[in-house]
């Protein structure tokens, strides 16, 4: 029989050939890219190439923070973020513990029915807000018609977009959610709802004292992990749904829909990176300090 | 990315009957039925609007617009896009490679890597753990990305743009290490004194037993594939390797689309002024995403246990 070479031989040559496929994944997907990150300090010129392109230091991210685009940006990137994370929390979290109070049957169709838009691409969901906002035969404007109300023009109105996609956010994310909560209701040992019950407690001194209370270490981790995204905006979100309609960008532009706009239709690559570089660490650094709030909290449940 | 946060959610089954939570006084569950009630018309209306939209015909919709109720019902819309049907084909045959190449390879990528990971034994187990926990936490940004696939791998116009990048996700590998470290590790020595290699113990011992595991990722994966725009927006071009979403992206401004692609108008036979687009447009969005929204929600549970699987740590 013919012999393996040596490093193939034994357990951990066996499992390091097992890990192998995911190694090189990670190496060209992920660290690759991070090596690729210098182009956000030099002028990247196609024909030079990434390590051919002259070194410019901080010139990129300079000319993008002195412009109007970086506050916007940045301002818009974390403000939705927490409005998402707010909104989705109360709404999810109430609707989850009052779907408690409903027999099985119920609580099996609604959730059915409020989980049916997670199945839905941002780009779908892009047609069924259309379908409402649409300036000539979207239904709202239908509607303000037949009530003798002038039509709006949704897409070239930057101070409806906060509420648009805040409400769109939560027709998309709220089943999900709902879902997570109620499956955290359900661990709760029923024993205290007895003892609850015996002392004659209300419902809602029930929901107040005792499922509030148990769900909080579970809404706090989340919470906190949510935070160390917020640097993270939700790119279809913010791309389909308003369109990409340029006169409406102050208030539906973030990071994200930024980055790619440098990349793919202004062509500024060394600056779009440069943005990129940005979110990359302040994103780092958000993360971090979510995970050591954690630790504080609970070690057991910090990501490391 | 969207995904760290879920792991945290340790939630366990939902256990069969519940008849604490029932309250003696009906009135108030019936109070907060017709609450839920509202609240899933509120989310499932939106659904009826594009459905009889594209049932609605075109003149309804230009005198009209969008209605629940529409003045005139017609098959019109879709009878059109059944007149030509290659293009919407297509984009389904060209889906379903990229869904099934990508979990198949996906699933078994993430359970390799998962299961070294789970390796507490394995040599190096603490530095591949960061190896690839690290990713999640830094990347180089969408620039270095896009010019690492057109400019030196050479994706451009190929599937393998949107297959590759959706292979592995370092948090469906810590979801499948999760399930793996539950795994006896009696079991995996006492097959080693028999004599069995790793290779062997992995692909007829840990992958058979991690099917709960495998079901719940294989049909995230899948789902993933299926309603992936992204990598098919940055990389593909060419029209005849459009995946549904990306045929939907290109769709959203039908009238430019129709315009910029005449092979299309031809096919249709029609002149693009009097094209039924509104309707159309409804139609081909039930057309590509119908038949997937009719199957997914049977699996809903699943989306769901893949977050209860397995922790973070383990």
Redesign the interface.
Known sequence: MKKKPSFLRG??G??????L???L??L??????????I??FKD?N?RK??FGSEWVGFENLKFFFVSDTAWRVTRNTILYSFSYILMTLLVSLT?AI???????R?VK????????????????V????N??L?H????L??MLKSVGGQPVEWYFGAQYWPIILNLVHL?KA???NV??Y???I??ID?SY??AARIDGAS?LQMALKITVPLLAP?VT??LI??I??MF?G???LHY?IP?NTGLIYSTTDIIDTY??RA??TIGD?SM??AV??F??VV??VL??FANMVVRKLNE??S?? | MTTIHAAAGAAPEIPAARSAALDSRPIYRWLINALFIVVSACIFVPFLLVVVSSFSSEESILRHGYQFIPERWSLGAYRLVFQSPKILLRAYGVTIVVTVVGTALGLLLTAMTGWVLSRSDYRFNRQATFYVFFTMLFGGGLVPFYILMTQYLHLKDSLLAVIIPGLLSPFHIMVMKGFMSKIPFEMIESAKVDGASEMRIFFTMVLPLSTPALTTLGLTIAFNYWNEWFNAMLFIDTPNLATLQLLLVRMLSTIEYLTANTEFVKQLGIDVGQLPKYSVRMAMAILAAGPMLCIFPFFQRYFVSGLTLGSLKG
């Open positions: 357990k951990n066996e499992l390091s050939v097992l890990f496929p995911g190694f994944f990670f060209v997907m992920s660290y690759i890219p991070m090596v690729g990150i182009v956000a990247y196609l190439g990434i609707l009052l779907l408690n109070e409903l027999t099985r119920w169709i609604h959730q059915t029915v409020m989980f049916l838009p997670y199945f839905l691409s941002w780009v779908l892009s047609y069924i807000s379908a409402f649409d000539q035969n979207g239904f404007n239908a027709w709220v089943g999900f879902l997570l109620y499956a955290g359900m661990g029923q709802y007895e419902k579970l981790i989340l992990l949510s160390g995204g993270r939700d790119f279809g389909f369109n980055v790619f990349l793919r690559i779009s990176a990129g570089f979110q990359s994103g780092l993360v971090l057991e449940n990501l490391w």
